[in-house]
């Protein structure tokens, strides 16, 4: 039961996280991400950031740096994968933020989910809007609003969703910053009101936010059909049996 509520949290999320896009990140404000223009580190790989491949060895990270642009973390995927390059983060309760990266591909697959930046607290995902084929360096950004839990994890690249295989991205002068109220027009994702919203859903909406999600891909769809026949079943056997004093009238 709480895996198929978290399911439907994240569908949800990633659903309405596609929308008009920023004009501008919020001035004078501090950026909290450590080396997030990858400026800093060792060997081959900045510091502060970590990588994450599924399955092993679908994919490679290249950092490039020195080239007379800014340093910038090429992902090169060979097969269906998800790619991603990582920081966690700690975040403060009930506050506005405002996240955003530079990001470009190559050759990168039009089928499945695309190149894209995301914030994720607890198991709940909010995205950029994600880049496809052949394109130029794109910012993209949203503000997000915390809730009641302050950990979380900022991540680019390539999501495994879908039926995407081979692509190449790149990511550079990645930001996070505090923020005040957004304004009007501009992405913007609240943790709290997700959870409200999906608690008040009628079983219907949830199953259209499900099936509307990019997640939703052909195999998933018994799947999602599938939780839900269980979440109804379950309800309707715990109305009935929540009183066995009512059951023992109807029978006398």
Same mark, same amino acid.
């Given at each position: ?11 949800l ?13 919020? #001035? ?16 081959d790989?900045?510091d ?13 990270? +290249? ?7 800014? #340093?910038? +973390?090429?992902i090169?995927? @060979?097969q ?38 995301e ?8 995205? @950029?809007?994600?880049? =496809?084929? @052949?394109?130029?360096w =794109? ?14 994890? +900022? ?12 692509g190449?991205?790149?990511?550079? =002068? ?7 109220? #957004? ?21 219907? =909406?949830?199953?259209?936010w ?9 195999w ?8 839900l ?12 049996s ?11």
């Amino acid at each position: 039961m709480k895996s198929v509520v978290i399911g439907g949290l994240v569908a949800l999320a990633v659903l309405l996280s596609f929308g008009k896009l920023p004009g501008a990140s919020v #001035p004078n404000a501090e950026n909290i991400l450590l080396n997030p223009d990858f400026k800093l580190g060792k060997g081959d790989f900045p510091d502060g950031w970590g990588s994450s491949v599924s399955p092993d060895g679908a994919a490679r990270f +290249i950092w490039h740096r020195d080239t007379g642009e800014p #340093p910038s +973390i090429e992902i090169v995927r @060979t097969q269906r994968a998800e790619a991603k390059v990582e920081q966690s983060v700690n975040l403060e309760l009930s506050t506005w933020y405002f996240l955003s990266a530079d990001l470009r591909t190559e050759s990168s697959s039009v089928s499945g989910l695309g190149a894209q930046m995301e914030i994720s607290i607890g198991r709940v995902i909010f995205t @950029t809007s994600e880049l =496809k084929g @052949t394109t130029p360096w =794109k910012t993209v950004g949203f503000y997000f609003k915390t809730a009641d839990r302050s950990d979380g994890v +900022i991540r680019c690249g390539f999501d495994q969703a879908g039926r995407a295989n081979a692509g190449r991205m790149f990511v550079r =002068k990645l930001s996070l910053t505090r923020s005040a109220v #957004p304004p009007p027009g501009a992405a913007m994702h609240d943790f709290a009101s997700l959870h409200e919203d999906w608690k008040g859903a009628s079983p219907t =909406k949830r199953a259209q936010w499900l099936m509307q999600s990019p997640l939703a891909s052909r195999w998933s769809i018994p799947a999602i059909f599938s939780s839900l026949i269980v979440v109804l079943v379950v309800g309707w056997r715990m109305v009935t049996s929540a009183d066995p004093c009512v059951s023992d009238k109807r029978r006398g």
